[in-house]
């Protein structure tokens, strides 16, 4: 079956639209994604594995839990932002919204880790910002037409 079009004429289905530097910035946001992704997991690991590494024990925790509940936490929402960042790199548009969820959620998770490692904590504080940042800016939705 055919569609009319050949292989080397434009969609005509498609308004081809320039690409603007908000493209470059969530292509950003999705490998730092990535990264945020892979310290959820590193700082999961540690939580399961050495709880002594931590500057408080878990009653001096916001949330008191024992930290092998914390790093399991960590290695989920870290595996799910890795995979939000992944999507997003690819160009899918529910990504963006997973996107800025994720990062919101990352946010709220360090800020209640944050008296056990502080400048870890708010460093992944400061990542999530940026990657909210970078998805949520820019206000055109054509802006991304066909990223």
């Given at each position: 079956?055919?569609?009319?079009?050949?292989a080397?004429?434009?969609d005509?289905?498609?308004?081809?639209?320039?690409r603007?530097?908000?493209?470059?910035?969530?292509?950003?946001?999705?490998?730092?994604?990535?990264?945020?992704?892979?310290?959820?997991?590193?700082?999961?690991?540690?939580?399961?594995f050495?709880?002594?590494?931590?500057?408080?024990?878990?009653?001096?925790?916001?949330?008191?839990?024992?930290?092998?509940?914390?790093?399991?936490?960590?290695?989920?929402?870290?595996?799910?932002?890795a995979?939000?960042?992944?999507a997003?790199?690819?160009?899918?548009t529910?990504?963006?919204?997973?996107?800025?969820?994720?990062?919101?959620?990352?946010?709220?998770?360090?800020?209640?880790?944050?008296?056990?490692?502080?400048?870890?904590?708010?460093?992944?504080?400061?990542?999530?910002?940026?990657?909210?940042?970078?998805?949520t800016?820019?206000?055109?939705?054509?802006?991304?037409?066909?990223?």
């Amino acid at each position: 079956m055919s569609t009319g079009v050949s292989a080397g004429e434009p969609d005509p289905y498609r308004t081809p639209t320039a690409r603007t530097g908000w493209y470059g910035w969530v292509a950003f946001a999705g490998v730092i994604m990535g990264i945020l992704g892979a310290f959820h997991v590193i700082i999961g690991l540690v939580a399961v594995f050495e709880e002594q590494y931590f500057q408080v024990g878990e009653s001096g925790l916001m949330i008191s839990v024992d930290y092998n509940a914390w790093g399991w936490t960590h290695i989920f929402i870290g595996a799910l932002i890795a995979g939000a960042g992944l999507a997003l790199t690819s160009g899918a548009t529910w990504a963006r919204i997973v996107a800025v969820v994720v990062a919101a959620v990352s946010s709220i998770l360090n800020l209640a880790f944050l008296s056990a490692y502080p400048i870890w904590a708010a460093l992944m504080i400061v990542i999530d910002v940026l990657v909210i940042y970078a998805v949520t800016v820019h206000g055109d939705r054509d802006s991304l037409q066909g990223y």
